[in-house]
């Protein structure tokens, strides 16, 4: 598959999956699918996406969606599952009162938590 047929086919995924039947948000859903894309290939040392990461993809880009617009795509704007609890201690990131969440940090956040299946097609550097 071409590069340009595997977006086309996350695009796919990521709209079936979110249920979204219209085309208004495709110039933002494509961007991100992009940018993780890149993020894919840097992180694998690679020059082609597996078509066996198709669906790591539409996941990466459902999760960056769903943080970057909670309200629009599904997702809990109230809880960012990065709080740790020891004890009757409980640490979390600050609050976003006034505050947006930055792509760049969202993108690198997911891209850290599907390492796992990142590194399975990872290629060794010489």
Request: glycine content about 6%; some cysteine; proline content about 2%.
């Amino acid at each position: 598959m071409t590069r340009q047929e595997q977006e086309a086919e996350v695009l796919g995924i990521v709209k079936a999956r979110l249920k979204i039947t219209d085309d208004t948000d495709d110039t933002l859903i494509n961007s991100y699918i992009t940018e993780i894309g890149w993020r894919i290939l840097n992180i694998c040392n690679r020059r082609d996406i597996p078509d066996a990461l198709i669906y790591v993809w539409a996941s990466m880009v459902i999760d960056v969606l769903r943080i970057e617009q909670p309200q629009k795509y599904g997702g809990d704007a109230n809880s960012s599952g990065l709080n740790i609890k020891i004890g009757d201690t409980s640490v979390g990131p600050a609050s976003k009162s006034g505050l947006t969440a930055t792509s760049k940090s969202v993108i690198d956040q997911v891209v850290f938590d599907y390492r796992a299946d990142l590194y399975r097609w990872r290629k060794m550097k010489w």
